[in-house]
Antibody, heavy 118, light 109 residues
């Protein structure tokens, strides 16, 4: 059974940092491109970043470029999102997801809440 | 990276059909056969409903169908049921990025 489990969310002050993790199981991890998404009440679902199986290709949404860094450890079946210089508008539930093909996100984690507040 | 445009809300009565539109550009929706739709209930993870514009994953009822005309994709839900009440998001590949719509709240009257 495919499972994606996010962790690492929490309360952080504006300008602070957090590192999210996504532990995967039930599939051949290094064969899949993985994405981070987020959902906030005012902005709906928003794509954040993706990384290909061998980490050779990485892209970011303009809203997080230069502040967030996506990475993966195929030996540990884990995906990460390092978030720096956090802003109010980064407050959201963050999801990791597997891309079965091109924008075919067939499995999602349960999400981890990031709260940015002083 | 402009978001795709969806209506904020749509509604319909049980048994009726509703269509949710998703307007993009010739750089995303109109450029690639990579449009997918997701259903999301409050507090739950999104669920894939259609992909590659018109395909449907196994387990998704055939009441859900995707289509596209030019730069506008659509999700049609026929034979509306109470459990269809949820938020729906369209998604398109945009060359190097992924673009989402703002979401549409479907209310079953």
């Amino acid at each position: 059974e495919v499972q994606l489990v996010e962790s690492g969310g929490g309360l952080v002050q504006p300008g602070g940092s957090l590192r999210l993790s996504c532990a995967a199981s039930g599939f051949t991890f290094d064969l899949y491109t993985l994405h981070w998404f987020r959902r906030s009440p005012g902005r709906g679902l928003e794509w954040v970043s993706y990384i290909t199986g061998s980490s050779t290709t990485i892209y970011y949404a303009d809203s997080v470029k230069g502040r967030f860094t996506i990475s993966r450890d195929n030996a540990r079946n884990s995906l990460y999102l390092q978030m720096n210089s956090l802003r109010d508008e980064d407050m959201a539930v963050y999801y990791c997801t597997r891309d079965r093909a091109t924008v075919v996100f067939d499995y999602w984690g349960q999400g981890t809440q990031v709260t940015v507040s002083s | 990276q402009s978001a795709l445009t969806q209506p904020r809300s749509v509604s319909g009565s049980p048994g009726q059909s509703v269509t949710i539109s998703c307007t993009g550009t010739s750089s995303d929706v109109g450029a690639y056969n990579y449009v997918s739709w997701y259903q999301q209930y409050p507090g739950k993870a999104p669920k894939l409903m259609t992909y590659d514009v018109t395909k449907r994953p196994s387990g998704v009822p055939d009441r859900f169908s995707g289509s596209r005309s030019g730069n506008t994709a659509s999700l049609t839900i026929s034979g509306l049921q109470a459990e269809d009440e949820a938020d729906y998001y369209c998604c398109s590949y945009g060359g190097t990025v992924v673009v989402f719509g703002g979401g549409t709240k479907l209310t079953v009257l």
